[in-house]
């Protein structure tokens, strides 16, 4: 990789965390790597959402080392989008990278997020070159994909990719209300829909080496379901985020 990569002026990483004692360590590590290579001024925010393993100790051992990392932690699990939209409301600089806690996407590819920033780009969103995950994950993940694609009318090629790069001011502009794995989709809707232009890079996924993914789960499949046809009835078919601005 080269090792001149062009600068931005501030950078907020974000990571939701649920039960990710294992790999939350190792993501923090390699976020303060890949940020300082592409900016001097950033923060690590991490969101606990509620976990019951030692995701809180290693944290709370991780922030006393690193002063340019915050810890917001939820009483109780909340869900992967209102950890997200924590995360969001916290990070205080003007580019907001986020990507899970759980080690399947490497930070270390940030740098590569940034590279893509050319004139008349808003938002940087990674796609998946393979997905390393079970047979029927993959086979879930890929309907899921074409039918939001279909539905929504998306135009990026990986909706649940979690590894992007966003200014903050869109996402001071969109008001996200998903408590869910919905969030993506609801997220990548309102900016495409508010115009905004996205670059696409490819970027590696892993294979899960610690905890249990929550999502195939079946009262989280029920409601992420349920919150995709709320999804579908606000923003395909009462299109009520063209019409109100977020105060």
Known sequence: MDNTVRQIQSVSAVFPAY????????????????????????????????????????????????????????????GYGAALRSGFSAAIKDWVFYTDGDSQYNPLELVD???????????????????????????????????????????????????????????EEIELKSVSGAICLELVKKIEDAGYVFAEIPVNHYSRKYGVSQFFVPWRIFRTLRQIAGLYWMLVVRREHLHTKKS
């Open 19 to 78: 039960n990710d004692g294992g790999t939350i360590a190792s993501m923090v590590a390699a976020a303060r790597v890949a940020l300082s290579r592409v900016t001097d001024n950033y923060e690590i925010v991490v969101v606990n959402d509620g976990s019951s393993d030692y995701t809180a100790v290693v944290l709370d051992e991780m922030a006393a080392r690193y002063p340019e990392l915050r810890v917001i932690t939820h009483s109780s699990n909340r």
């Open 113 to 171: 997020l940034v590279q893509a920033l050319q004139d008349g780009v808003d938002v940087v969103n990674g796609y998946k070159l393979t997905r390393n995950d079970s047979f029927l994950r993959i086979m879930i993940g890929r309907t899921y994909h074409y039918l939001v694609k279909f539905l929504f009318g998306i135009h990026i090629r990986d909706v649940d990719c979690d590894f992007r790069l966003i200014p903050r001011r869109i996402l």
